[in-house]
């Protein structure tokens, strides 16, 4: 039998970075995607399959499965949906096309790939479609509200998607970190100095005091609870590996303790917990 295949987004740094070189040392054929050409000349020169696949282009995902199953001869075993970025801001500072353009990369292209590769696992008789959703995910935090509402958005769908297959022989499956060491914090200052203007804002002391300071803080770890890349990679394993996955997978001891939460406090008590964070 030929390796199996695995088409994972996201994977110039962080997570899809250590998941695209974890699988491939264990056997996996890896399609490393990534949005820049360049990341996909560093993964190559590292040893690893790569080509462009920029969630915010419907052209680019068509392209990128069409080079995927010309590579495979139409087969895939596996699909980890982990590119994503955040804006960070209050919800009232975050203007309309802000929300459009996060939307379109954290959950329309999520669900654009997935329908363009269901149809080969349907035909294949198998399949594995993971997502990469957040502790963010199923709770919301202060200033986080565009990252938060494509997560509770993607986890909806993705449960949806779960149900519709339930019969099938495709597993759907969420993957749901706390906070990992990577570099979305870094890359989301970009996009709060696009979309957010936050001089003119009602609340200007709470960036000056408090999102500012974090955001653009230079310590590599600054949430409880942080855990690095790896610890993402082996749940996926477990999640690609297992003859019968888990629907979801909660990663870092922040999500644990917030499932928790969620199940055994009223909504004002978890209100009151989360100012504290």
């Known amino acids: 039998m030929g390796k199996k295949t695995i088409l ?11 998941v695209a070189h974890t699988l491939s040392k264990k056997g996996w054929r890896v399609f490393a995607t990534c949005r820049s050409e360049i990341d996909c000349d560093r993964l190559r020169n590292e040893g690893l399959e790569s080509f462009i ?3 915010s282009s419907e052209e680019s995902i068509q392209a990128a499965v069409d080079e995927t199953l010309k590579r495979t001869k139409g087969t895939l075993d596996a699909v980890y949906n ?23 990369v954290n959950l329309f ?26 502790i963010l995910g199923f709770t919301a935090i202060k200033a986080r509200g565009a990252y938060n509402a494509t997560k509770f958005a993607m986890e909806g769908l993705t449960d949806t998607l779960r149900l519709e297959l339930r019969n099938s022989p495709i597993k759907i499956i969420l993957i749901e970190p706390g906070p990992i060491t990577a570099n979305i914090r870094i890359n989301s200052q970009k996009h709060f100095e696009h979309w957010v203007n936050w001089k003119t804002s009602k609340n200007i002391t709470f960036y000056e005091k408090k999102l500012i300071p974090r955001l653009y803080s230079k310590k590599n770890s600054l949430d409880f609870g942080e855990l690095p890349p790896a610890a993402v990679t082996k749940k996926i394993i477990h999640a690609l590996e297992s003859k019968n996955p888990c629907p979801r997978y909660y990663v870092t001891l922040p999500t644990y303790m ?15 917990i989360k100012t504290k964070i």
């Not at 994972?8 to 250590?18: L, V």
């Not at 982990?82 to 379109?104: C, H, K, M, S, T």
């Not at 008789?125 to 997502?131: D, K, L, S, T």
């Not at 917030?258 to 009151?272: H, K, Q, V, Y």
């Open 82 to 104: 982990n590119g994503a970025y955040a804006i960070p801001g209050l919800v009232q500072d975050i203007p309309r096309n802000a929300y459009r353009a996060i939307f379109e």
């Open 109 to 134: 292209g999520y669900f654009d790939l997935i329908n363009k590769i269901l149809p080969i696992m349907h035909d294949q008789g198998h399949g594995r479609i993971i997502n990469c959703s957040s």
């Open 53 to 55: 696949l920029d969630y």
């Open 258 to 272: 917030f499932g928790m939460f969620n199940r055994l406090f009223s909504t004002r008590i978890l209100d009151w």
């Open 8 to 18: 994972i987004t996201g994977c110039s740094s962080g997570i899809g970075y250590d």
